[in-house]
């Protein structure tokens, strides 16, 4: 094939050859005339003007991407810092949290009242019980027994009552008897109240109570002291 690539489409060949053969990827217009130089020119301004446009367009493109991404990148960073700040107070929270159940062991531990958490049974879920050493249970002889097992037989049915007083009007107050490990007797004056658990969602009642066996055991002795008393003066001789 004779026909060379033209980069404008144009040739003048005095015998005017076929537009190229089959296999020819590129066809031109064949014009028996040469081109004028204007025309030549004007085609040249044309390409350049469709390339600049192509261009322009092009970098309007990029300059919108790079809008994007800069837009992008500022909520990135917003978002990262509002992540950070988070953080910070979740940390600062967490911190709080740690030291007030410190502190709340500490007083759950060691405070001279017994705490106790149980069911609408009676069955204990919590109790620092195992940390008074006059009373002698271990956390594992204790946690999801009955308090009913742990109290005097002639005093069930009273514990019953408290049951069906804490289920009734929410809270409770009173005395009752308990038995340490090595079965003494001790005495406690309780009060109770039933909250809702916020984890399992079921009613819970949280009990105090304060060993008051010496303390009735001394009003019992004054008491008797008295009477004695009384009766000595009553049958002194006058």
Not at 98 to 109: D, G, M, P, T, V
Not at 122 to 138: A, I, Q, S
Request: glycine letters at 6%; hydrophobic letters at 30%.
């Amino acid at each position: 094939c004779q026909v060379l690539p033209e980069k404008y489409g144009v040739r003048k060949w005095p015998d005017s050859p076929d537009q190229g053969c089959s296999g020819c990827l590129y066809r031109v217009t064949w014009s028996p005339e040469t081109s004028s130089v204007f025309k030549r020119i004007g085609l040249k301004l044309f390409h350049n003007k469709k390339a600049i446009k192509e261009l322009e367009n092009a970098n309007q493109v990029i300059q919108s991407k790079y809008d994007e991404v800069k837009r992008l990148v500022s909520e990135l960073e917003t978002k990262n810092k509002q992540l950070i700040d988070s953080r910070e107070r979740l940390q600062s929270h967490q911190k709080k949290l740690i030291e007030s159940e410190r502190r709340y062991k500490i007083l759950f531990e060691n405070g001279s009242d017994l705490i106790c958490l149980h069911d609408l049974e009676g069955n204990l879920l919590d109790t620092n019980l195992e940390h008074k050493k006059d009373y002698g249970w271990k956390h594992q002889d204790i946690i999801g027994r009955n308090i009913r097992d742990m109290i005097p037989g002639q005093h069930h049915s009273a514990f019953d009552d408290y049951l069906l007083r804490v289920k009734d009007q929410g809270t409770a107050h009173g005395y009752f008897s308990i038995f340490s490990r090595n079965k003494q007797k001790r005495i406690l004056e309780y009060h109770s109240n039933i909250f809702l658990s916020e984890t399992s969602q079921a009613k819970v009642v949280h009990a105090t109570g304060k060993d008051v066996t010496d303390r009735i055991a001394a009003q019992k002795a004054l008491k008797q002291s008295e009477d004695k008393y009384k009766g000595l003066v009553k049958y002194a001789p006058t």
